[in-house]
């Protein structure tokens, strides 16, 4: 299987703790997208990185989130202290340049108690 | 500030026939359109993209036509089958401060009636 994966497929945690996620985009692909999505809504934009580094981050992305993709190939995603409005799908995409489509993984589907 | 918008939550029409679903941008910067499907417990899946220079774009069943000055763009399938149940998100891109982020509609929830 040569596309996005992601781990795990669903957590569950309760308010206050720690949960990191993995994306491993497919491997040529040099940029890396987090994106969380709500029941209703689309994905919205979290951060993007272009080989190790992460070039931008949304207004969403409050100081619990870190994200971080050494030496370019995986990366992760962090909430600390984590809420229920934190609950969501966490979608990771990769892709080969800024106009080419970007193919998304199955997604975290994180569930704050 | 929803810059991408997609009026119609959900969608019914007949197997065989052609669905056409709607998107409205209002940012005026983006130049590059596209269009993905989406099933339950899945992540989304790129089915077409248009770039501003273009105004139609055929692959197969989709086509995706873009309608700058009405800042519009609409994706036809035909003939609709059942396996295009899902739901359609469409999203923009651009040079918008330097990043190269989707913004996405809220979707459209399309159901094939057989």
């Known amino acids: 299987d040569t596309g996005v994966s992601q781990d795990p497929r669903h957590k569950i945690t309760k308010r206050g703790q720690n949960v990191t996620f993995r994306c491993d985009p497919i491997?040529?692909?040099?940029?890396l997208y987090w994106y969380r999505q709500t029941l209703g809504q689309g994905p919205e934009f979290l951060t993007y990185f272009q080989n190790e580094a992460q070039l931008e981050k949304s207004r969403l992305l409050s100081d619990r989130f870190s994200a971080e993709r050494p030496k370019g190939s995986f990366s992760t995603l962090e909430i600390q202290r984590t809420e229920q409005g934190d609950s969501a799908m966490y979608l990771c995409a990769s892709s080969l340049g800024p106009y080419n489509e970007q193919f998304f993984g199955p997604g975290t589907r994180l569930t704050v108690l | 500030d929803q810059q991408v918008k997609q009026n119609s939550p959900s969608l019914s029409v007949q197997e065989g026939r052609i669905s056409i679903l709607n998107c409205d941008y209002t940012?005026?910067?983006?130049?590059?359109f596209l269009w993905y499907k989406k099933y339950p417990a899945e992540g989304p899946t790129f089915l077409i993209s248009?770039?501003?220079?273009?105004d139609k774009n055929e692959d197969g069943r989709f086509t995706v036509f873009l309608n700058k000055s009405a800042k519009h763009l609409s994706l036809h399938i035909v003939p609709s089958q059942p396996g295009d149940s899902a739901v359609y998100f469409c999203a923009a891109s651009g040079e918008i401060q330097g990043a190269q982020k989707l913004v996405f509609g809220q979707g459209t929830r399309l159901t094939i009636n057989p």
């Open positions: 248009i770039s501003s220079i273009k």
């Open positions: 940012n005026s910067m983006f130049d590059y």
């Open positions: 491997s040529e692909h040099n940029r």
